[in-house]
């Protein structure tokens, strides 16, 4: 069996990956993965070995382009996005200040804070003062509940 791509063949093989990627708002490599397993049949296979910081940035990522295909703003749900965004922020050693997670959870400030505010009243978020900029909080999910979420988002990433 001949295993030589043409130029066509790879336009048109990059062209595919660019389509999906592009349909489901994920990266190339998301877009080639989907693509494989479509072909494999390894999804279930791939999801469970993803780690859950990873799984836990996609779904957040398919979560705000359902938002803006449905544009519909009632769908959305800014604890579990806050709480999303900081699972993925802690797999990759990333810091996240207030005003960012905020910003990511896709509601008015003053809606977000509050969503913080709660979170933190609950015990499920820390707040810490930058220790290099005062005029900036770092929020992180309280070490009592990592492992909880971390759960929660796994049997997601596991039975979705």
């Known amino acids: 069996m001949n295993h030589q791509f043409s130029p066509d063949d790879l336009a048109r093989l990059l062209g595919l ?20 397993e479509a072909v494999t049949g390894a999804a279930q296979k791939r999801a469970e070995g993803r780690p ?7 779904l957040r ?11 519909i703003e009632c769908m959305r749900d800014p604890a579990w996005d806050m709480l999303l965004d900081l699972v993925a922020a802690r797999a990759e050693g990333r810091e996240v200040s207030v005003k960012a997670l905020c910003h990511g959870s896709g509601v008015p400030s003053t809606t977000a804070l509050r ?12 707040r810490e003062v930058h220790p290099m900029d005062s005029r900036r909080t770092i929020v992180s999910i ?19």
């Open 17 to 36: 990956a660019m389509a999906v990627s592009n349909r489901n708002g994920c990266s190339i490599t998301e877009a080639i993965d989907r693509i494989e």
């Open 115 to 126: 969503h913080v505010e709660r979170l933190a009243s609950a015990g499920i978020l820390v």
């Open 61 to 71: 990522r398919l979560r705000t382009r359902r938002n803006t295909l449905l544009g």
């Open 142 to 160: 309280a070490p009592a509940h990592i492992d909880r979420v971390e759960d929660m988002v796994a049997m997601f990433r596991d039975n979705l």
């Open 52 to 58: 859950v910081g990873d799984y836990a940035g996609r």
